[in-house]
């Protein structure tokens, strides 16, 4: 990089926006609930942009758009999924579990939530949650070192190394400085930033080729299967792509956001304002992989051309570079950027909270002052964070397929586990125990052993979690009265509130 161009400054100025957000949230963290769920205090907008936001990494950006450029709309099935199971997850999920978490001594964290909604005196449940977090997030958090690596190596002409360095601090400097809060409004701010990157790269990518006839035409000539969501995809591939849907309910950074909802009353209309927002950057995102075939078809001689043949997960990176005027590439490419860091950034204060909340001060520092589990806390995001970049350091490394293990892990653990803690009073601490090995045991198995059958993990992992926790708990006791007393009155509030 010879000098700071206009699309460099840009850049730059927005990860100092991001700082400087940071450096505002920590005066408004006075404890450590502010620090990892922001006291509970986020309104319906803030709630439905961070939760998105922070869902769709880097992986739409850069992930997606990369599969449709291979493949074609068949790999549009795994948006569909997401949008079904998104809206599952508001509609079902959300509004219950933000009421069941306060009623359950102000549950700060799911290992701090299980233990106190199934009356686990031993906290076995809420060593084994926190052990599930770590495990996953650590390969999670690797998706998004990744992704940030290569933004990073793009932009600033960096190797491989170096690049995934800077990405790193970058986010950690405010996630450190700001916690929750400064996560929740970036997340806000990042979010619209995706929402309008992913609606004009295809559309200036359209307007470039010229029309819709020339494009299909240059579809056809690159991938005749492109145009086709099911010509040469098997069923059992199509139901592994719905399958992501499934993931929604068990994601710990998705899930916290729900829990830290000012009211159970925001929820409805965080949902609405939620789900416009993700089907747009889906349809964006998927957009910009399949125009995107049509563009590089018509100019395969200019360098970005062989750039996403080496690496089809920068197209939109690289269409952005040739398409757009430097200031605004600038922005564009920055909200690649957000999508990383709003991830990223959530995940990592998660895996914190769990270590600090469900490890540290439950079993090592019992009456540990807020200060301290604060600082705790922050040492913690840049220890994790370290972790994250040693598994990333392959420059070979795939954000998808980081994504789509760390999301199946959570889905088959967590997810039948928060369904059925909230919707089943008879659930028992042995059936969400067993449950939840089960569903973390299978996807690690399946991934390994029987990747050949093209069945994505999560779908055996989420069905035989499910079916462990319901036998599990009927064949034993049925839950002690103090735990049932507190579910009902959970439900009694959220039919309260609803109604």
Same mark, same amino acid.
């Given at each position: 990089m010879d000098s700071l161009n206009p699309t460099v400054v840009t850049f730059i100025f927005y990860i100092i926006a991001m700082v400087c957000i940071g450096l505002y949230a920590y005066r408004k963290t006075t404890d450590f609930s502010d620090y990892i769920l922001g006291g509970r205090s986020l309104g319906s907008f803030v709630t439905a942009l961070s939760a998105g936001a922070s869902d769709m990494s880097g992986w739409l950006l850069m992930g997606l758009p990369g599969a449709i450029y291979v493949t074609g709309l068949s790999e549009s099935w795994i948006a569909i999924g997401l949008i079904i199971g998104a809206w599952l997850n508001w509609y079902l999920v959300a509004g219950r579990l933000r009421v069941h978490t306060e009623v359950q001594n102000n549950a700060l964290t799911l290992p701090d939530y299980f233990t106190s909604r199934f009356g686990d005196k031993k906290k076995v449940l809420r060593i084994i949650s926190a052990l599930v977090i770590l495990i996953f997030f650590g390969i999670y958090c690797a998706s998004g070192m990744v992704a940030g690596a290569r933004l990073f190596e793009s932009i600033f002409a960096m190797d491989y190394t170096t690049a995934l360095w800077v990405s790193a601090i970058a986010t950690m400097s405010y996630v450190c400085i700001g916690g929750f809060l400064a996560i929740s409004w970036t997340d806000t701010f990042q979010a619209g930033l995706m929402i309008f990157a992913l609606l004009l790269a295809p559309i200036m990518t359209f307007l470039a080729i010229g029309d819709l006839q020339h494009v299909n035409q240059l579809i056809e000539a690159a991938r005749p299967q492109a145009a086709s969501m099911f010509t040469g995809v098997s069923t059992i591939a199509i139901i592994s792509s719905m399958a992501w849907g499934l993931g929604y309910f068990g994601q710990?950074?998705?899930?916290?956001?729900?829990?830290?909802?000012?009211?159970?009353?925001?929820?409805?209309?965080?949902?609405?304002?939620?789900?416009?927002?993700?089907?747009?950057? !889906?349809?964006?995102?998927?957009?910009?992989? $399949?125009?995107? +075939? *049509?563009?590089?078809?018509?100019?395969? /001689?200019?360098?970005? *051309?062989?750039?996403?043949?080496?690496?089809?997960?920068?197209?939109?990176?690289?269409?952005?570079?040739? !398409?757009? @005027?430097?200031?605004?590439?600038?922005?564009?490419? *920055? *909200?690649?950027?957000?999508?990383?860091?709003?991830?990223?950034?959530?995940?990592?204060?998660?895996?914190?909270?769990?270590?600090?909340? /469900?490890?540290?001060?439950?079993?090592?520092?019992?009456?540990?002052?807020?200060?301290?589990?604060?600082?705790?806390?922050?040492?913690?995001?840049?220890?994790?964070?370290?972790?994250?970049? !040693?598994?990333?350091? @392959?420059?070979?490394?795939?954000?998808?397929?980081?994504?789509? $293990?760390?999301?199946?892990?959570?889905?088959?653990?967590?997810?039948?586990? +928060? +369904?059925?803690?909230?919707?089943?009073?008879?659930?028992?601490?042995?059936?969400?125990?067993?449950?939840? +090995?089960?569903?973390?045991?299978?996807?690690?198995?399946?991934?390994?052993?029987?990747? =050949?059958?093209?069945? $994505?993990?999560?779908?055996?992992?989420?069905?035989?979690?499910?079916?462990?926790?319901?036998?599990?708990? !009927?064949?034993?006791?049925?839950?002690?009265? /103090?735990?049932? /007393?507190?579910?009902?009155?959970?439900?009694?509030?959220? =039919?309260?509130?609803? @109604?």
């Open positions: 710990p950074h998705i899930l916290v956001r729900f829990m830290a909802a000012d009211s159970v009353k925001s929820i409805p209309n965080a949902r609405r304002i939620g789900m416009t927002w993700m089907i747009l950057c !889906l349809a964006g995102a998927v957009a910009v992989g $399949y125009i995107g +075939i *049509a563009y590089f078809q018509a100019h395969p /001689d200019i360098p970005s *051309a062989a750039i996403v043949a080496k690496n089809p997960e920068t197209v939109f990176m690289e269409l952005t570079k040739v !398409l757009f @005027n430097p200031w605004v590439a600038g922005v564009v490419l *920055a *909200a690649i950027l957000a999508a990383v860091m709003s991830t990223l950034s959530c995940q990592l204060l998660v895996c914190s909270s769990a270590l600090t909340e /469900d490890l540290y001060k439950a079993f090592l520092r019992k009456n540990a002052s807020q200060k301290e589990l604060v600082w705790v806390g922050r040492f913690m995001v840049l220890a994790i964070a370290v972790l994250a970049i !040693l598994l990333a350091m @392959n420059p070979e490394s795939k954000v998808l397929g980081f994504v789509s $293990y760390a999301w199946a892990g959570f889905g088959a653990a967590f997810g039948p586990l +928060i +369904i059925l803690s909230v919707f089943w009073k008879r659930m028992t601490l042995n059936g969400a125990l067993v449950g939840m +090995i089960v569903g973390a045991v299978t996807v690690i198995l399946w991934k390994n052993t029987m990747a =050949d059958t093209g069945l $994505y993990e999560i779908v055996p992992g989420f069905i035989l979690s499910f079916i462990s926790i319901v036998v599990v708990s !009927l064949m034993g006791k049925a839950p002690q009265q /103090d735990v049932v /007393d507190r579910f009902e009155k959970a439900e009694q509030i959220y =039919d309260r509130e609803m @109604n």
